[in-house]
């Protein structure tokens, strides 16, 4: 009899999370081929629920999890898009703030009903309960990893 390979949770979330995210890509990919990615879809959607509130670079970073370099890079490739525009606010000139276009705004629905539908597939078939203890244990888990001493730089 062969021994099972152990289940690594690690490696389970990031199989998932690739999935998840070529899913987000495909349906973002068939209206918006060019002009967006899964992850531009994601940031958009932020921008739209915030959109009464001054939007930073850091807000991005924070929100996302990702670095500076990262969020520069996405930032740059939405700006070059027409997707969003940085803008100066007058109360301090190191800060720019984003701001949805347009062709943005006007992309919002279809964004929206993308990641409606990702988030009904992604939980299709299981209970509110079970996806409040989801998240309670993803909560930890990420808890876990920011509080760990060999993680800070």
Known sequence: MEKEE???I???????????HRYINKLAAVEH???MTGTHAWILRYLWEN??????QKDIEKRFDINRSSATGLLKLMEKNGLITREPVPYDARLKRIVMTEKAISLH????ED???AEERI????????LELLRSVLSRIRDNLSSAKDMEE
């Open 51 to 56: 959109r009464n509130r001054e939007i930073f």
């Open 6 to 8: 152990p289940r690594h």
């Open 33 to 35: 081929a060019n002009e």
């Open 109 to 112: 629905k279809s964004v929206k």
């Open 123 to 130: 939980t299709k078939g299981i209970s509110a309960e079970e």
């Open 10 to 20: 690690g490696f389970e979330i990031k199989q998932t999370s690739k999935m998840i």
């Open 115 to 117: 990641i409606d539908l």
